[in-house]
Protein backbone atom coordinates (compact mmCIF):
# COMPACT_ATOMS: atom_id res chain seq x y z
CA UNK A 1 0.00 0.00 0.00
CA UNK A 2 1.29 3.44 -1.03
CA UNK A 3 1.70 6.39 1.27
CA UNK A 4 -1.86 7.65 1.92
CA UNK A 5 -0.56 11.27 2.59
CA UNK A 6 1.15 11.54 -0.32
CA UNK A 7 -1.10 10.12 -2.82
CA UNK A 8 -4.01 12.39 -1.52
CA UNK A 9 -1.78 15.04 -1.37
CA UNK A 10 -1.10 14.67 -5.28
CA UNK A 11 -4.55 14.55 -6.76
CA UNK A 12 -6.13 17.19 -5.40
CA UNK A 13 -6.89 20.05 -7.68
CA UNK A 14 -5.61 23.54 -6.86
CA UNK A 15 -9.48 24.44 -6.67
CA UNK A 16 -9.81 22.17 -4.00
CA UNK A 17 -6.64 22.81 -2.26
CA UNK A 18 -8.18 26.36 -2.35
CA UNK A 19 -11.53 25.96 -0.85
CA UNK A 20 -9.98 24.04 1.67
CA UNK A 21 -7.92 26.60 2.82
CA UNK A 22 -11.76 28.80 3.12
CA UNK A 23 -12.64 26.56 5.69
CA UNK A 24 -9.38 26.18 7.09
CA UNK A 25 -9.24 30.33 8.06
CA UNK A 26 -13.31 29.68 9.10
CA UNK A 27 -11.20 26.88 12.12
CA UNK A 28 -13.88 24.75 9.96
CA UNK A 29 -12.85 21.18 9.22
CA UNK A 30 -13.14 19.72 5.55
CA UNK A 31 -13.12 16.19 4.57
CA UNK A 32 -13.38 13.69 1.39
CA UNK A 33 -14.86 10.81 2.02
CA UNK A 34 -16.06 7.74 0.06
CA UNK A 35 -15.00 6.73 -3.69
CA UNK A 36 -12.28 9.47 -4.02
CA UNK A 37 -10.45 8.16 -0.87
CA UNK A 38 -10.81 4.49 -1.96
CA UNK A 39 -9.16 5.22 -5.51
CA UNK A 40 -6.33 7.04 -4.21
CA UNK A 41 -5.07 4.22 -1.61
CA UNK A 42 -5.36 1.83 -4.11
CA UNK A 43 -3.20 4.06 -6.80
CA UNK A 44 -6.53 4.39 -8.80
CA UNK A 45 -7.49 7.26 -10.50
CA UNK A 46 -9.98 9.18 -8.11
CA UNK A 47 -13.60 10.73 -9.96
CA UNK A 48 -15.85 12.14 -8.13
CA UNK A 49 -14.73 14.43 -5.07
CA UNK A 50 -17.52 14.41 -2.11
CA UNK A 51 -16.76 16.73 0.54
CA UNK A 52 -18.84 16.22 4.82
CA UNK A 53 -18.31 19.09 6.86
CA UNK A 54 -20.00 20.16 9.52
CA UNK A 55 -21.61 23.27 7.90
CA UNK A 56 -25.15 23.26 7.18
CA UNK A 57 -26.07 24.65 3.70
CA UNK A 58 -26.96 28.23 5.57
CA UNK A 59 -23.88 28.25 6.47
CA UNK A 60 -22.00 27.02 3.34
CA UNK A 61 -23.41 29.87 1.23
CA UNK A 62 -22.45 32.39 3.92
CA UNK A 63 -18.76 31.16 3.75
CA UNK A 64 -18.30 31.13 0.32
CA UNK A 65 -20.47 34.36 -0.53
CA UNK A 66 -17.76 36.57 -1.66
CA UNK A 67 -15.39 33.88 -2.95
CA UNK A 68 -14.97 33.04 -6.44
CA UNK A 69 -16.70 29.79 -5.98
CA UNK A 70 -20.53 29.13 -6.89
CA UNK A 71 -22.99 27.48 -4.72
CA UNK A 72 -25.67 25.93 -5.78
CA UNK A 73 -28.62 23.85 -3.79
CA UNK A 74 -29.01 20.61 -4.56
CA UNK A 75 -31.08 19.15 -1.57
CA UNK A 76 -31.93 20.79 1.76
CA UNK A 77 -33.52 17.91 3.38
CA UNK A 78 -30.16 15.91 2.86
CA UNK A 79 -27.97 18.65 3.15
CA UNK A 80 -26.42 18.42 -0.43
CA UNK A 81 -24.91 21.45 -2.48
CA UNK A 82 -22.75 21.40 -5.33
CA UNK A 83 -19.79 23.81 -5.13
CA UNK A 84 -17.74 25.00 -8.82
CA UNK A 85 -15.16 26.90 -9.55
CA UNK A 86 -13.71 27.22 -13.14
CA UNK A 87 -14.03 23.17 -14.68
CA UNK A 88 -14.21 21.92 -11.30
CA UNK A 89 -17.53 20.42 -9.32
CA UNK A 90 -17.36 19.25 -5.95
CA UNK A 91 -20.87 17.93 -3.98
CA UNK A 92 -20.38 19.17 -0.38
CA UNK A 93 -22.65 17.08 2.20
CA UNK A 94 -23.84 18.53 5.71
CA UNK A 95 -22.49 15.59 8.52
CA UNK A 96 -26.30 13.60 8.64
CA UNK A 97 -27.96 10.65 10.17
CA UNK A 98 -30.84 9.12 8.37
CA UNK A 99 -34.04 6.86 9.16
CA UNK A 100 -35.51 4.63 6.98
CA UNK A 101 -38.84 3.50 6.78
CA UNK A 102 -39.30 -0.46 7.28
CA UNK A 103 -38.42 -1.30 3.59
CA UNK A 104 -35.73 -1.06 1.35
CA UNK A 105 -36.41 2.18 0.75
CA UNK A 106 -33.61 4.42 -1.24
CA UNK A 107 -34.24 7.83 0.36
CA UNK A 108 -34.58 8.29 3.72
CA UNK A 109 -37.73 9.43 5.68
CA UNK A 110 -36.00 11.80 8.13
CA UNK A 111 -32.36 13.21 8.28
CA UNK A 112 -31.08 15.23 11.63
CA UNK A 113 -27.94 17.49 10.90
CA UNK A 114 -24.91 16.20 12.99
CA UNK A 115 -21.26 17.97 14.06
CA UNK A 116 -19.84 14.66 14.49
CA UNK A 117 -18.04 12.95 11.87
CA UNK A 118 -18.05 9.10 13.38
CA UNK A 119 -22.33 9.41 13.17
CA UNK A 120 -22.22 10.83 9.36
CA UNK A 121 -20.03 7.44 8.85
CA UNK A 122 -22.73 5.02 10.02
CA UNK A 123 -25.14 6.35 7.21
CA UNK A 124 -23.15 4.78 4.68
CA UNK A 125 -22.83 1.24 3.13
CA UNK A 126 -19.17 -0.34 3.01
CA UNK A 127 -16.03 0.11 4.79
CA UNK A 128 -14.01 0.38 1.84
CA UNK A 129 -16.44 4.16 1.01
CA UNK A 130 -16.42 4.88 4.60
CA UNK A 131 -12.66 6.22 4.59
CA UNK A 132 -12.71 10.30 5.20
CA UNK A 133 -9.80 12.03 4.15
CA UNK A 134 -8.81 15.22 6.67
CA UNK A 135 -7.89 17.94 4.07
CA UNK A 136 -6.21 20.07 7.07
CA UNK A 137 -4.40 17.64 8.38
CA UNK A 138 -3.88 15.55 5.48
CA UNK A 139 -4.88 11.76 6.80
CA UNK A 140 -6.90 8.99 6.43
CA UNK A 141 -9.89 8.84 9.27
CA UNK A 142 -10.77 5.22 9.16
CA UNK A 143 -13.91 4.23 11.08
CA UNK A 144 -14.73 0.73 9.79
CA UNK A 145 -11.27 -0.64 9.46
CA UNK A 146 -12.03 0.19 5.27
CA UNK A 147 -7.50 0.08 4.49
CA UNK A 148 -7.66 -3.48 6.23
CA UNK A 149 -10.34 -4.68 3.73
CA UNK A 150 -8.70 -2.63 1.03
CA UNK A 151 -5.85 -5.04 1.00
CA UNK A 152 -7.86 -8.03 1.72
CA UNK A 153 -9.55 -7.12 -1.35
CA UNK A 154 -13.06 -7.77 0.25
CA UNK A 155 -16.28 -5.48 -0.13
CA UNK A 156 -18.14 -5.46 3.37
CA UNK A 157 -20.90 -3.83 4.87
CA UNK A 158 -20.41 -1.65 7.75
CA UNK A 159 -21.79 -2.30 11.34
CA UNK A 160 -23.49 -5.50 9.96
CA UNK A 161 -25.51 -6.22 6.51
CA UNK A 162 -28.59 -6.27 7.94
CA UNK A 163 -28.51 -2.57 9.34
CA UNK A 164 -27.00 -1.50 5.70
CA UNK A 165 -29.38 -3.32 3.55
CA UNK A 166 -32.55 -2.65 5.71
CA UNK A 167 -31.80 1.17 5.25
CA UNK A 168 -31.71 1.24 1.43
CA UNK A 169 -32.15 -2.20 -0.61
CA UNK A 170 -30.55 -0.70 -3.76
CA UNK A 171 -27.09 -1.34 -1.67
CA UNK A 172 -27.54 -5.14 -3.19
CA UNK A 173 -26.71 -4.17 -6.16
CA UNK A 174 -24.16 -1.11 -5.53
CA UNK A 175 -22.66 -4.08 -3.36
CA UNK A 176 -22.17 -6.14 -6.62
CA UNK A 177 -21.20 -3.03 -9.02
CA UNK A 178 -18.80 -1.98 -6.83
CA UNK A 179 -17.30 -5.72 -6.42
CA UNK A 180 -17.23 -5.84 -10.62
CA UNK A 181 -15.77 -2.51 -10.58
CA UNK A 182 -12.77 -3.29 -8.51
CA UNK A 183 -12.48 -7.16 -8.80
CA UNK A 184 -13.22 -7.50 -5.37
CA UNK A 185 -14.51 -10.37 -3.90
CA UNK A 186 -17.81 -9.71 -1.54
CA UNK A 187 -17.35 -10.32 2.14
CA UNK A 188 -19.30 -13.71 3.31
CA UNK A 189 -21.49 -12.71 5.59
CA UNK A 190 -22.59 -9.69 3.41
CA UNK A 191 -23.30 -11.86 0.64
CA UNK A 192 -25.48 -14.06 2.62
CA UNK A 193 -27.26 -11.86 4.33
CA UNK A 194 -28.09 -9.60 1.14
CA UNK A 195 -29.24 -12.66 -0.44
CA UNK A 196 -32.13 -13.33 2.02
CA UNK A 197 -32.66 -9.19 1.68
CA UNK A 198 -33.10 -9.42 -2.17
CA UNK A 199 -36.69 -8.78 -1.78
CA UNK A 200 -35.73 -5.49 -0.43
CA UNK A 201 -34.96 -4.54 -4.36
CA UNK A 202 -38.73 -4.40 -4.81
CA UNK A 203 -39.53 -1.63 -2.47
CA UNK A 204 -36.88 0.28 -5.44
CA UNK A 205 -38.36 1.86 -8.37
CA UNK A 206 -37.44 -0.04 -11.52
CA UNK A 207 -35.99 3.23 -13.50
CA UNK A 208 -33.18 3.25 -10.08
CA UNK A 209 -32.83 -0.39 -10.61
CA UNK A 210 -32.31 -0.41 -14.22
CA UNK A 211 -29.90 2.48 -13.89
CA UNK A 212 -27.36 0.43 -11.54
CA UNK A 213 -28.15 -2.25 -13.52
CA UNK A 214 -26.70 -0.78 -16.75
CA UNK A 215 -23.54 0.77 -14.74
CA UNK A 216 -22.97 -3.13 -13.09
CA UNK A 217 -22.92 -4.19 -17.05
CA UNK A 218 -19.87 -2.10 -17.89
CA UNK A 219 -18.62 -1.97 -14.23
CA UNK A 220 -15.35 -3.63 -15.05
CA UNK A 221 -14.80 -0.55 -17.60
CA UNK A 222 -14.40 1.81 -14.97
CA UNK A 223 -11.01 0.91 -14.00
CA UNK A 224 -9.76 -0.81 -17.32
CA UNK A 225 -10.17 -4.64 -16.22
CA UNK A 226 -11.48 -7.48 -18.52
CA UNK A 227 -13.05 -9.68 -16.03
CA UNK A 228 -16.41 -9.56 -15.04
CA UNK A 229 -17.94 -11.41 -12.63
CA UNK A 230 -21.02 -9.19 -11.36
CA UNK A 231 -23.43 -11.46 -13.39
CA UNK A 232 -22.77 -14.39 -11.31
CA UNK A 233 -23.43 -12.39 -8.33
CA UNK A 234 -26.32 -11.26 -9.65
CA UNK A 235 -27.43 -14.84 -10.30
CA UNK A 236 -26.68 -16.21 -6.87
CA UNK A 237 -28.64 -13.07 -5.03
CA UNK A 238 -31.70 -14.04 -7.41
CA UNK A 239 -31.89 -10.60 -8.28
CA UNK A 240 -32.49 -10.72 -12.08
CA UNK A 241 -36.22 -10.84 -11.94
CA UNK A 242 -36.21 -7.58 -9.81
CA UNK A 243 -34.50 -6.26 -13.03
CA UNK A 244 -36.67 -7.94 -15.58
CA UNK A 245 -39.59 -8.59 -13.49
CA UNK A 246 -41.76 -10.91 -16.34
CA UNK A 247 -38.54 -13.63 -14.52
CA UNK A 248 -41.16 -13.17 -11.37
CA UNK A 249 -43.66 -15.20 -14.00
CA UNK A 250 -41.15 -17.77 -15.11
CA UNK A 251 -39.64 -18.64 -11.63
CA UNK A 252 -41.02 -21.72 -12.21
CA UNK A 253 -40.49 -22.83 -15.46
CA UNK A 254 -36.99 -21.88 -16.01
CA UNK A 255 -33.58 -22.35 -14.27
CA UNK A 256 -31.39 -19.11 -13.86
CA UNK A 257 -28.69 -20.92 -11.78
CA UNK A 258 -26.08 -21.44 -14.84
CA UNK A 259 -27.01 -18.46 -17.12
CA UNK A 260 -24.04 -16.88 -15.88
CA UNK A 261 -21.95 -19.61 -17.52
CA UNK A 262 -23.77 -19.36 -20.47
CA UNK A 263 -23.06 -16.09 -21.22
CA UNK A 264 -21.76 -16.00 -24.90
CA UNK A 265 -22.55 -13.07 -26.70
CA UNK A 266 -22.39 -10.62 -23.62
CA UNK A 267 -18.52 -11.70 -23.30
CA UNK A 268 -17.55 -10.66 -27.12
CA UNK A 269 -18.89 -7.44 -27.72
CA UNK A 270 -17.74 -4.17 -27.09
CA UNK A 271 -19.05 -1.33 -24.31
CA UNK A 272 -21.31 0.36 -26.18
CA UNK A 273 -23.90 -3.02 -26.65
CA UNK A 274 -23.56 -4.68 -23.38
CA UNK A 275 -26.81 -4.35 -22.75
CA UNK A 276 -28.47 -6.09 -25.89
CA UNK A 277 -25.61 -8.55 -25.45
CA UNK A 278 -26.64 -9.45 -22.27
CA UNK A 279 -30.42 -9.28 -23.09
CA UNK A 280 -30.17 -11.80 -26.26
CA UNK A 281 -27.93 -14.13 -24.31
CA UNK A 282 -30.68 -14.32 -21.64
CA UNK A 283 -33.77 -14.45 -23.69
CA UNK A 284 -31.69 -17.25 -25.81
CA UNK A 285 -30.83 -19.21 -22.30
CA UNK A 286 -34.68 -18.89 -21.89
CA UNK A 287 -35.60 -20.02 -25.34
CA UNK A 288 -33.90 -23.51 -24.66
CA UNK A 289 -35.98 -24.01 -21.65
CA UNK A 290 -39.55 -22.54 -22.76
CA UNK A 291 -39.03 -23.41 -26.98
CA UNK A 292 -39.97 -20.02 -28.11
CA UNK A 293 -38.45 -17.79 -29.90
CA UNK A 294 -35.55 -15.53 -27.99
CA UNK A 295 -37.01 -12.33 -29.89
CA UNK A 296 -40.60 -13.39 -28.66
CA UNK A 297 -39.12 -13.68 -25.16
CA UNK A 298 -37.29 -10.25 -25.45
CA UNK A 299 -40.52 -8.56 -26.19
CA UNK A 300 -41.70 -10.08 -22.96
CA UNK A 301 -38.90 -9.25 -20.72
CA UNK A 302 -39.19 -5.56 -22.10
CA UNK A 303 -42.31 -4.23 -21.77
CA UNK A 304 -43.05 -0.92 -20.15
CA UNK A 305 -44.54 -3.07 -17.01
CA UNK A 306 -41.36 -5.36 -16.56
CA UNK A 307 -38.32 -2.80 -17.74
CA UNK A 308 -37.50 0.41 -17.45
CA UNK A 309 -35.78 0.63 -20.26
CA UNK A 310 -36.46 3.54 -22.43
CA UNK A 311 -38.71 3.27 -25.51
CA UNK A 312 -36.28 3.68 -28.17
CA UNK A 313 -33.57 1.57 -26.72
CA UNK A 314 -36.71 -1.18 -26.45
CA UNK A 315 -37.57 -0.99 -29.97
CA UNK A 316 -33.87 -1.22 -30.77
CA UNK A 317 -32.69 -4.32 -29.02
CA UNK A 318 -35.64 -6.08 -29.98
CA UNK A 319 -35.35 -5.55 -33.77
CA UNK A 320 -31.61 -6.10 -33.46
CA UNK A 321 -32.84 -9.54 -31.27
CA UNK A 322 -35.36 -9.97 -34.49
CA UNK A 323 -32.75 -9.15 -37.16
CA UNK A 324 -30.23 -11.44 -35.04
CA UNK A 325 -32.49 -14.97 -35.28
CA UNK A 326 -33.00 -14.18 -39.48
CA UNK A 327 -29.21 -13.46 -40.17
CA UNK A 328 -28.75 -16.64 -38.97
CA UNK A 329 -30.77 -18.49 -41.93
CA UNK A 330 -29.83 -16.22 -45.14
CA UNK A 331 -28.60 -18.24 -47.76
CA UNK A 332 -29.04 -15.71 -50.57
CA UNK A 333 -27.57 -12.36 -51.42
CA UNK A 334 -31.39 -11.19 -52.25
CA UNK A 335 -32.23 -12.19 -48.46
CA UNK A 336 -29.22 -10.44 -46.98
CA UNK A 337 -30.11 -7.02 -48.36
CA UNK A 338 -33.46 -6.77 -48.32
CA UNK A 339 -32.30 -8.20 -43.55
CA UNK A 340 -30.27 -5.43 -44.07
CA UNK A 341 -32.55 -2.90 -45.45
CA UNK A 342 -35.14 -3.96 -43.10
CA UNK A 343 -33.09 -3.53 -40.16
CA UNK A 344 -30.88 -0.66 -41.19
CA UNK A 345 -30.78 1.15 -37.78
CA UNK A 346 -29.08 -1.53 -35.93
CA UNK A 347 -26.88 -3.05 -38.40
CA UNK A 348 -23.39 -2.12 -36.31
CA UNK A 349 -24.74 -3.98 -33.51
CA UNK A 350 -25.82 -6.65 -35.55
CA UNK A 351 -22.32 -7.18 -37.09
CA UNK A 352 -20.59 -7.09 -33.34
CA UNK A 353 -23.05 -9.88 -32.47
CA UNK A 354 -22.33 -11.69 -35.17
CA UNK A 355 -18.40 -11.30 -34.96
CA UNK A 356 -17.32 -14.58 -33.74
CA UNK A 357 -16.38 -17.96 -34.72
CA UNK A 358 -19.91 -19.29 -33.74
CA UNK A 359 -21.66 -16.96 -36.40
CA UNK A 360 -19.22 -15.86 -38.70
CA UNK A 361 -20.73 -17.52 -42.03
CA UNK A 362 -23.68 -15.33 -41.16
CA UNK A 363 -21.45 -12.36 -40.26
CA UNK A 364 -19.69 -12.64 -44.18
CA UNK A 365 -22.82 -12.81 -46.42
CA UNK A 366 -24.63 -9.91 -44.21
CA UNK A 367 -21.03 -7.72 -44.91
CA UNK A 368 -20.41 -8.92 -48.33
CA UNK A 369 -23.70 -7.37 -49.30
CA UNK A 370 -23.88 -4.69 -47.00
CA UNK A 371 -20.38 -3.37 -48.82
CA UNK A 372 -21.51 -4.04 -52.17
CA UNK A 373 -25.53 -2.54 -51.48
CA UNK A 374 -23.18 0.53 -50.51
CA UNK A 375 -20.79 0.13 -53.43
CA UNK A 376 -23.60 0.32 -56.37
CA UNK A 377 -25.91 2.99 -54.49
CA UNK A 378 -28.64 0.58 -53.35
CA UNK A 379 -30.61 1.85 -50.72
CA UNK A 380 -30.60 0.48 -46.89
CA UNK A 381 -34.09 2.51 -46.71
CA UNK A 382 -36.65 5.07 -47.78
CA UNK A 383 -34.59 8.16 -47.32
CA UNK A 384 -31.89 6.88 -50.21
CA UNK A 385 -34.71 5.93 -52.72
CA UNK A 386 -34.05 8.65 -55.63
CA UNK A 387 -37.87 9.27 -55.44
CA UNK A 388 -40.03 10.17 -52.48
CA UNK A 389 -43.80 10.80 -51.55
CA UNK A 390 -44.09 13.82 -53.12
CA UNK A 391 -42.85 12.71 -56.69
CA UNK A 392 -45.28 9.55 -56.44
CA UNK A 393 -47.86 11.79 -55.64
CA UNK A 394 -47.38 13.79 -58.73
CA UNK A 395 -47.38 10.42 -60.79
CA UNK A 396 -50.36 8.86 -59.40
CA UNK A 397 -52.49 11.67 -58.71
CA UNK A 398 -55.36 9.46 -57.34
CA UNK A 399 -52.63 8.23 -55.24
CA UNK A 400 -54.17 7.74 -50.81
CA UNK A 401 -51.63 8.31 -48.35
CA UNK A 402 -51.48 4.76 -46.96
CA UNK A 403 -50.56 3.91 -50.53
CA UNK A 404 -47.97 5.60 -51.12
CA UNK A 405 -45.87 4.28 -48.03
CA UNK A 406 -46.71 0.69 -49.59
CA UNK A 407 -45.39 1.92 -52.68
CA UNK A 408 -42.05 3.26 -51.69
CA UNK A 409 -41.44 -0.31 -49.61
CA UNK A 410 -41.94 -1.58 -53.02
CA UNK A 411 -39.81 0.69 -54.66
CA UNK A 412 -36.93 -0.17 -51.81
CA UNK A 413 -37.29 -4.07 -52.65
CA UNK A 414 -37.04 -3.71 -56.05
CA UNK A 415 -33.69 -1.87 -55.78
CA UNK A 416 -32.17 -4.76 -54.34
CA UNK A 417 -32.82 -6.97 -57.59
CA UNK A 418 -30.35 -5.03 -59.76
CA UNK A 419 -27.55 -2.82 -58.91
CA UNK A 420 -28.99 -0.47 -61.55
CA UNK A 421 -32.62 -0.24 -59.71
CA UNK A 422 -32.73 2.85 -57.88
CA UNK A 423 -33.41 5.42 -60.27
CA UNK A 424 -36.07 7.34 -60.74
CA UNK A 425 -36.93 6.08 -64.40
CA UNK A 426 -36.27 2.69 -63.58
CA UNK A 427 -38.52 3.06 -60.48
CA UNK A 428 -41.29 4.57 -61.81
CA UNK A 429 -41.26 2.03 -64.58
CA UNK A 430 -41.77 -0.74 -62.45
CA UNK A 431 -44.66 0.68 -60.00
CA UNK A 432 -46.68 1.26 -63.50
CA UNK A 433 -46.23 -1.84 -64.21
CA UNK A 434 -46.95 -3.63 -61.17
CA UNK A 435 -49.99 -2.12 -60.83
CA UNK A 436 -50.72 -2.36 -64.34
CA UNK A 437 -50.53 -5.89 -64.62
CA UNK A 438 -52.26 -6.27 -61.16
CA UNK A 439 -54.91 -3.57 -62.32
CA UNK A 440 -54.73 -1.74 -59.37
CA UNK A 441 -55.69 1.85 -60.02
CA UNK A 442 -54.36 5.09 -58.10
Not at 28 to 42: A, E, Q, S
Not at 358 to 382: E, G, Q, R, T, W
Not at 399 to 422: D, E, R, T, W, Y
Request: positive net charge; charged residues 25%; proline residues 2%.
Amino acid sequence: MLCYTKIMINTLSKELKQLNNIFKNSNTKLFIVGGFVRDNLLNLTPTDVDLPSKLTNDKLFELLKNTNFKVKLSSNKLGTTIITKNNKSFEHTTFRKESYVKGGFHSPSKVKFVKNLVQDAKRRDFTINSMYYDLQKQKVIDVFNGKKHLRKRVVKAIITPDYVFSNDGLRILRMVRLSAELDFKINKKTFKVSKKMTSQLGDISKERIFAEFELLLNANYKYGLTKQNGINYLVKLNALKYIFTHLQVLQNKVNLKKFANNLFYFKNVSKSYKLQAFILDLSLYLSKQLNEDASKITTKLLTAKTCALSNKKVKITINLIKAYEKSLNIKTNNKARRLLQDYNLVTQPLFELLNNNKDIKALNILKKNYYFMKKHNIPFSLEQLNVNGTLLKQEFNTVKPKQIGQMLNLALKFCVKNKNNNTKTNILSFLKNKYKKEDKKW
